[in-house]
């Protein structure tokens, strides 16, 4: 199993009920969420989620799951390079480039 890892992104297609392919600026992911307590079946393809889980391969097996509803993923993606900046000069985390 890889590392864990959160990714965020919308919902792209549904397979079997139990998998997502999510799409994030240009890149695609496979989401095996067959582990998942609550199934998926609410979610519709163009609707945004955040999902925690493990790197399978090429694909992630989640853990947790949510629905981002009206999040604004401008200003969020500017709060995570915030922090991110924050970290690295606090905490010794090394920033993005």
């Not at 992104?9 to 496979?30: A, M, P």
């Not at 925690?52 to 629905?67: N, S, T």
């Amino acid at each position: 199993a890889g590392g864990s890892v959160r990714v965020t992104g919308e919902v792209k297609e549904i397979q079997n009920g139990q998998r997502l392919l999510l799409h994030d600026r240009g890149s695609t992911l496979q989401v095996d969420a067959s582990s998942l307590i609550r199934p998926v079946n609410g979610i519709m393809p163009g609707v945004h989620v955040q999902v925690v889980g493990e790197l399978e391969g090429p694909q992630l097996k989640a853990r947790i799951l949510r629905v981002l509803h009206n999040m604004d993923m401008v200003l969020y993606e500017e709060c995570l390079l915030l922090r991110r900046r924050v970290e690295a000069q606090y905490i010794d985390i090394p920033a993005p480039s």
